[in-house]
């Protein structure tokens, strides 16, 4: 009988939080859809989120405040967003695997693997694995554009997904997005959506790099193609070796 945003784990307003190696589970209505939102977190300081499971929400964690590290965490069948951000500063998000969103009627939702919301400055995105697998397309990492963001890096991370929104940056200044590999998912059930891109708008008076990423396509910005490699790769291949790679082995052994 909860609402989809109900929450039963938060640590707001607070300094010096850690939540590590914890398993957060939640339910599903008696139509199979996720229910309610796994961790919340706004205005804390000093927060760590690590090896922690998150499955079966309709959202798995909003966080916001300084100085906040989610990193090695297992984030799966989720209805519709798996990492949301209010307003942050020094925020790191590292080595999670974000994977087989979605659940029986949640295809309906608009699902989001990371997506940044709030004012930022100083966000670390890296050597994260995404992937679509057996669950349903999703935006793998989106930020709006109604919130300026700063000093913003995104490396390294490889992401295998059916929508066209593969890295999508909005009112960013001084952004760095490089030597991710990024690849589409074939899958009947799409519906035609398009294939990962990287699509990145930045403000002119700001530092720009979009650079040694391997990826099926850039929207935005324009002529920087001979600084990438421009090709869709075998998300089949790409799965197998990242389950080897000692950055994410972990959640395979």
Known sequence: GDMDFANRFSANDSVRVSFVGCTFEGDVDESGAGKGRGFQAQGTVDLLIEECTFRTFWKAMGVGGTNLVIRANDISRIRSDGINTGRCKNLLIELNYIHDFGTTEGAKDHRDMIQLMGEATGVLIRDNFLDMNEGLYAQSLWSDNKNLMSEVEITNNLILNAHSNGIAMSNM???????????????????GIAIPKVNVWAWEDGSLDVSGNTVPG????????????????????????????????????
């Open 218 to 253: 850039i929207i935005n910005p324009k002529g920087v193609e001979d600084e990438n490699t421009i090709e869709d790769g075998d998300d089949v291949a790409l799965r197998m070796a990242a389950r080897q790679d000692p950055r994410w082995a972990r959640f395979f052994a």
């Open 173 to 191: 200044r001084n952004v760095a997005v490089t030597t991710n590999v990024m690849a589409s998912v074939p899958r009947e059930e799409t519906g």
